[in-house]
């Protein structure tokens, strides 16, 4: 009996237990990030950039991408006196991406490969545009894979990680968000699918999938504009989240913390659960 209980005791502390994060692990580190010219991306950016890693960036604006560049150099996101010894921006639209470009860019070699670019998001009642969702599956999903399987190889001979920034709208379905939500339901099966396989075939390379609520980013605030009476959490805290948990390898990060209950809650309770959800949204039939 005690034997069992201090085995119980044991699988506990395991399962919940896990190292701290710490942030000298990403010392020098080679980081690819996408969609790193506004939003959680440029956040994302600033933070490895103060933990001394090396950054590769992109996005389709190559002035506002500059800007955050100039602000990374300006060393006005430093912490710890570490000057990055290589930033870079690469201006491309991942609607039509090569990797090939970024491996001319003298990225020598690859830790982590974070992916959170998305196409512009309407938040709207579905209105028949199906060419819109196939482009947006094209920013939002395509890609994430092109980008994850060119990158493999060196990530594995790095033991590296692929972090892919997602949305609770990848796990519970909302209204007004038809296509992006279908482009997030994609990754969680894609890259949930692929974590095992790598983990069957002994291919040390983790794959971290980031579960989002509302963030107080420019776009998402605009584009919920007096849609839905919800509270945006902050975008820098945001970003050090998806950083800590795709450092420490962790197979998902709930921000905030709470997103992770909600997910359960929606499985064990399924009764009454949609006219709770859609009570949150303004809309009055025609
Ligand atoms: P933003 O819209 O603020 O930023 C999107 C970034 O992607 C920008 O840097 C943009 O730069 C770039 N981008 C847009 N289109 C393309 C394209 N075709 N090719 C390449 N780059 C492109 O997004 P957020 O910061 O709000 O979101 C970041 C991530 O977090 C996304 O994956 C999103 O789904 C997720 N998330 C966000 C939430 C929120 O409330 N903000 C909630 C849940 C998840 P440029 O225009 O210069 O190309």
Same mark, same amino acid.
């Given at each position: 009996?005690?034997?069992?209980?201090?085995?119980? $005791? #044991?699988?506990?502390? @395991?399962?919940?237990?896990?190292?701290?994060? =710490?942030?000298? /692990? +990403?010392?020098?580190?080679?980081? &690819?990030?996408?969609?790193?010219?506004?939003?959680?991306?440029?956040?994302?950016?600033?933070?490895?950039?103060?933990?001394?890693?090396?950054?590769?960036?992109?996005?389709?604006?190559?002035?506002?991408?500059?800007?955050?560049?100039?602000?990374?150099?300006?060393?006005?996101?430093?912490?710890?006196?570490?000057?990055?010894?290589?930033?870079?921006?690469?201006?491309?639209?991942?609607?039509?991406?090569?990797?090939?470009?970024?491996?001319?860019?003298?990225?020598?070699?690859?830790?982590?490969?974070?992916?959170?670019?998305?196409?512009?998001?309407?938040?709207?009642?579905?209105?028949?545009?199906?060419?819109?969702?196939?482009?947006?599956?094209?920013?939002?999903?395509?890609?994430? $894979? #092109?980008?994850?399987? @060119?990158?493999?190889?060196?990530?594995?001979? =790095?033991?590296? /990680? +692929?972090?892919?920034?997602?949305? &609770?709208?990848?796990?519970?379905?909302?209204?007004?968000?038809?296509?992006?939500?279908?482009?997030?339901?994609?990754?969680?099966?894609?890259?949930?699918?692929?974590?095992?396989?790598?983990?069957?075939?002994?291919?040390?390379?983790?794959?971290?999938?980031?579960?989002?609520?509302?963030?107080?980013?420019?776009?998402?605030?605009?584009?919920?504009?007096?849609?839905?009476?919800?509270?945006?959490?902050?975008?820098?805290?945001?970003?050090?989240?998806?950083?800590?948990?795709?450092?420490?390898?962790?197979?998902?990060?709930?921000?905030?913390?709470?997103?992770?209950?909600?997910?359960?809650?929606?499985?064990?309770?399924?009764?009454?659960?949609?006219?709770?959800?859609?009570?949150?949204?303004?809309?009055?039939?025609?």
């Amino acid at each position: 009996k005690v034997l069992c209980a201090t085995g119980i $005791v #044991a699988g506990f502390l @395991a399962f919940f237990w896990k190292d701290p994060f =710490n942030p000298e /692990s +990403l010392s020098g580190a080679r980081v &690819l990030l996408t969609g790193a010219s506004a939003g959680i991306g440029e956040q994302m950016a600033y933070h490895y950039a103060r933990f001394g890693a090396e950054i590769v960036l992109t996005a389709r604006r190559e002035a506002v991408l500059q800007k955050v560049r100039t602000s990374l150099y300006e060393g006005r996101h430093r912490r710890f006196g570490l000057l990055p010894k290589q930033q870079q921006q690469i201006s491309c639209q991942h609607d039509k991406f090569s990797f090939g470009t970024v491996e001319q860019n003298q990225l020598r070699g690859l830790d982590y490969l974070v992916l959170n670019h998305i196409g512009v998001t309407r938040f709207q009642m579905w209105a028949g545009d199906v060419e819109y969702t196939r482009w947006l599956m094209q920013v939002n999903f395509f890609s994430y $894979v #092109a980008l994850a399987t @060119a990158a493999l190889p060196t990530l594995e001979k =790095n033991k590296g /990680s +692929l972090v892919v920034v997602s949305s &609770l709208i990848g796990k519970i379905p909302t209204p007004f968000t038809t296509s992006y939500s279908a482009t997030k339901f994609a990754l969680d099966g894609f890259f949930s699918s692929l974590r095992h396989e790598l983990i069957m075939q002994k291919r040390n390379v983790s794959i971290t999938l980031c579960i989002l609520g509302l963030i107080d980013t420019d776009a998402a605030l605009e584009n919920i504009r007096g849609k839905v009476h919800l509270t945006a959490s902050p975008a820098p805290e945001a970003a050090l989240a998806i950083i800590s948990g795709g450092a420490m390898r962790m197979q998902e990060v709930f921000y905030p913390w709470w997103l992770q209950y909600t997910c359960c809650l929606w499985v064990l309770f399924p009764y009454n659960r949609d006219q709770v959800l859609q009570s949150y949204y303004n809309y009055s039939s025609p």
